[in-house]
């Protein structure tokens, strides 16, 4: 119990690394629930001769927890966190402003992938490293998330360009906006975030 309070997802979601890290403690976590069914499978037979006993019962029960862990460690496996380069030049710009980095929201469609994304008021930027990222539909999907949590008049920008993306986080230290909304908005993200 204490590994996991240790690796808590809520506490370092949005962190720096966050993806890195987050895969990590889930392949472990994957390997010693399955681990433990094995060991009791074994424990049982070792005991009795033959594979019909309680502890086989609790063996393939064990599996369900250890099967559930192995859907969300393919989840994490499939995404890395933001580059280092990106990260450092990122951070350089980021004093005074919230900002989450490694997020990806997951929708029915599609998933996307965000390296870094900053909040200020109800003005959302992000920036992406992958090619593929469809910012329409995510504009339309992060849009009826935050209607949902009554964040109604939202402006939501997602950068390719790196360059512009650190121009776009200046002009945000200048913009006058209502910052009561920040944390409630970096919230939601939080919560719909993988």
Do not use: W
Not at 27 to 34: A, D, E, H, S, W
Not at 67 to 82: E, F, G, H
Not at 119 to 135: A, H, L, P, Q, Y
């Amino acid at each position: 119990m204490h590994l996991m309070r240790m690796f808590s997802t809520e506490k370092y979601k949005g962190c720096r690394n966050y993806l890195h890290t987050q895969k990590k403690y889930e392949v472990l976590r994957t390997v010693i629930y399955f681990g433990i069914s094995l060991s009791l499978f074994i424990a049982g037979y070792a005991a009795t001769k033959s594979r019909m006993n309680l502890l086989t019962v609790v063996a393939i029960l064990g599996c369900l927890p250890a099967s559930k862990s192995t859907v969300s460690m393919i989840m994490y496996l499939r995404y890395q966190s933001c580059s280092s380069e990106s990260a450092d030049s990122i951070a350089e710009h980021m004093e005074g402003l919230s900002g989450l980095f490694d997020m990806v929201f997951t929708s029915y469609d599609k998933n996307y992938r965000l390296s870094h994304i900053t909040v200020k008021g109800n003005t959302i930027c992000g920036f992406t490293e992958d090619v593929k990222f469809d910012e329409k539909a995510f504009y339309k999907h992060i849009g009826n998330i935050l209607k949902v949590d009554n964040y109604r008049d939202t402006s939501v920008k997602v950068f390719r360009d790196l360059k512009k993306y650190t121009e776009r986080l200046e002009q945000l230290k200048e913009l006058d906006a209502e910052e009561g909304n920040t944390e409630g908005i970096i919230n939601t993200l939080k919560s719909v975030a993988l």
